[in-house]
DNA sequence: TACATTACTTAACTTAAGTGAACGAGATTA
DNA sequence: TAATCTCGTTCACTTAAGTTAAGTAATGTA
């Protein structure tokens, strides 16, 4: 599992063994159940994830419903807003699947990045290069039809479409569940067509 | 002018003389007039932003159809995801009125990053917070309709709706001109009744 | 096993956005 | 000045999402 960590940070920056071990030595790798919630709204936190295997999802509960904003999978990096911004959490979020992750935390990153000042660098890369999909992910949603975005999703992230539930699906896309329903009746009809 | 971007930097680190200097030095400053084209599809290009007085716009063309994605204005700064991914530009960047801004380079930043440490920090910190703060807008706009979007609008960048023209905002809102005033003919009348 | 709960679908009806067309006000240009 | 263009608005019509309700299948629980 940890080799995943690895790779993914040799895409990067290159490790020496030393600092490698002294990833592995703060203790960061976390196996959670299916159901598990790691973030409740109103709870502070300073902890960032980054997913080796499974899904999470973060949502918040409005007027009593749900509302899905997002899902990380393999290989996905996830730090929640009120960590940045040091506020109680708007959100929560649960382990779609049972999941293998890292938990970090903020006060050990600042550590590790002032000993490393190669993770300040892969830190800034990161981010950017997160806030640059993340911009062309709400470009495309804006943009786009209910229907579109389905049809996108089901291209760029087919495996979500299999894993995760139509409701909360439906809520990713910014709908209501019978919405999602009726949708994908109207493509199966046209298919036909 | 100087004054605003010291300002803006000082929320995050505080700078020297020497380290204000290096900066005045590099010569990033610029005036350029209303409609002035930034950056157009399929350019490749190295600059940021950051817009000291006046507002920038970002769009596509979409089957000859301008479809506005962002307004960046007074202290918001912007480095386009082509910069980022190193690829062809998928939009345009213009002024929607004469503006004052910086326009850096990134092999700019690459060194002065490496000189200053200080500024690899600044920009690790801008990016995550910048990350954030995209992600409760992206987060807001999925899960409300295109006249709660509008009264948000209205709450948070009240300016926009002044400086911007309709059509313009229309599609950043994610809808058509017409249903924008629609929408807003409809807010007016609840409003009387 | 029986019962309750949750997930997903379908249907009828309501509401609002998309579409195409028309109009007037301003700005721009020949 | 007259002609043109752009912008914002309004209207009638179409299309699709929201809402409410119902039914069925799958899952979880006593």
Redesign the interface.
Known sequence: MQEILFNFISKYVSLTEDEQNALVSLDIFRSVKKGTILLKEGQKSKESYFVLKGCIRTY?V?DGEE?T??FYTEMEAF?P?CV??KTPS??YISCVEDTILTVSNSDMEVEVNSKF?KF??M??VL?????????????E???SSPEQRYLNLLQSRPDLIQRVPQHQLA??L?IKPQSLSRLRARITEKDKG
């Open positions: 918040y409005l509302k904003t997002a730090t807003p940045i911004n708007e959100y000042p300040e660098i830190c800034r981010s950017e290069e997160l806030l640059a999909k993340q911009r062309i992910d709400f470009d949603f804006k943009t809520s990713f910014g």
